[in-house]
């Protein structure tokens, strides 16, 4: 059973476009964190988020916590070729500190 | 400046044959883990130590072991080496929410 089912798992999207991911559960978390991942390397946090309904912003890129602290959405606005990566969503359980992982989303951005 | 290095980068091994990565951590934090990463990008914890002290352990076969020999280092050996176990190894260390993972073992069993 896959606690955390992020989709879409493949997206190949052109330079400019806007995408969503979303990373839904049946699960209650304390915290979410997404990660990206660049081939040959270990994932790097991009953000934590804490409170129900949170948005947070990095650049391109918004995050946000739903109400009810079981789902999230990463969406970047004119993705950039620079922006290709696995993008990892995580959940935290409040026992013992074990961060659960999303199946990933493979984003290509072509020029 | 390396944050959280491994060792080795890539081992390619035969089935049977008994294994280990080391990992260490320069960041001063107290709990450390082991992520397996597999053929489909999946991540998932296998053991967590705070402190030296194990307080995480997944289902994984005890062929499995993790070692601590001081908060800064957390060594992962393999037992009987089968198929199955190829994949990429992660370690990580965190001071509490965010983890830092290192850079990887891509573990090959022939």
């Known amino acids: 059973t896959q606690l955390l089912e992020q989709s879409p798992q493949f997206l190949s999207i052109q330079e400019g476009e806007n995408l969503t991911v979303y990373c839904n559960s049946s699960s209650v978390f304390s915290s979410l964190q997404w990660y990206r991942q660049e081939p040959g390397e270990g994932p790097v946090l991009l953000v934590t988020v804490v409170t129900g309904g949170e948005v947070k912003k990095l650049k391109r890129l918004t995050f946000q916590f739903g109400d009810a602290r079981k789902d999230s959405s990463l969406h970047i606005t004119a993705a950039q070729p620079g922006d290709t990566g696995l993008y990892l969503c995580?959940?935290?359980?409040?026992?013992?500190?074990?961060?659960?992982f999303g199946q990933g989303t493979e984003l290509s951005v072509k020029p | 400046d390396t944050a959280v290095s491994q060792t080795p980068k890539y081992l390619v091994t035969q089935m049977g044959n008994d294994k280990s990565i080391k990992c260490e951590q320069n960041l001063g934090h107290d709990t450390m883990y082991w992520y397996k990463q597999d053929s489909k990008k999946f991540l998932k914890i296998m053991f967590s130590y705070n402190n030296k002290e194990l307080i995480i352990n997944e289902t994984v076969p005890n062929r499995f072991s993790p070692k601590s020999p001081d908060k800064a280092h957390l060594n992962l050996h393999i037992n009987s080496l089968e198929l199955g176990d190829s994949a990429v190894y992660f370690c990580?260390?965190?001071?509490?929410?965010?983890?830092?993972f290192g850079p990887g073992t891509r573990l090959t069993v022939l």
């Open positions: 995580a959940g935290l359980r409040n026992q013992g500190g074990k961060l659960i």
């Open positions: 990580a260390s965190s001071p509490g929410l965010q983890q830092f």
